[in-house]
């Protein structure tokens, strides 16, 4: 038996927003309740709901930009630089630029709908 696990087939998860979501490890690749990894790419002028996440998220953008407003703050990330959001914490995550951002989310616990928390728009 091996040691180690090598993600040749994330799973992409469905969306409607342009946005392109294909977790590595998580609890819909293998059952890991305790982290998720998922490379996403988000179009120009995409953005999400308000929401209060119960869970740390990690994000380093590979390319482009992505804004986040963090309690009221705005912040705006480019490539190579990284942020920790702290569970609990109300967030709104969006693409408001002309070019596509790329980017790693690590959560942790895993991600999951039911611990998102999305405000009503």
Known sequence: MK????QNSPFVVPTN???????HFGLTTDGNSNISIAHMKAPAGWK???QTPEFDEFTFI??????????GETIVLEAGQSIKINKNTRVQYSNPFTEPCEYIA???PAFSMDLVNREAE
């Open 106 to 108: 690590i959560c942790t």
């Open 62 to 71: 590979i390319k482009g930009r992505k804004q986040f407003i963090i309690e």
């Open 48 to 50: 999400e709901p308000f």
């Open 17 to 23: 927003d342009g946005k392109s979501i294909k977790e």
């Open 3 to 6: 040691n180690y696990i090598i």
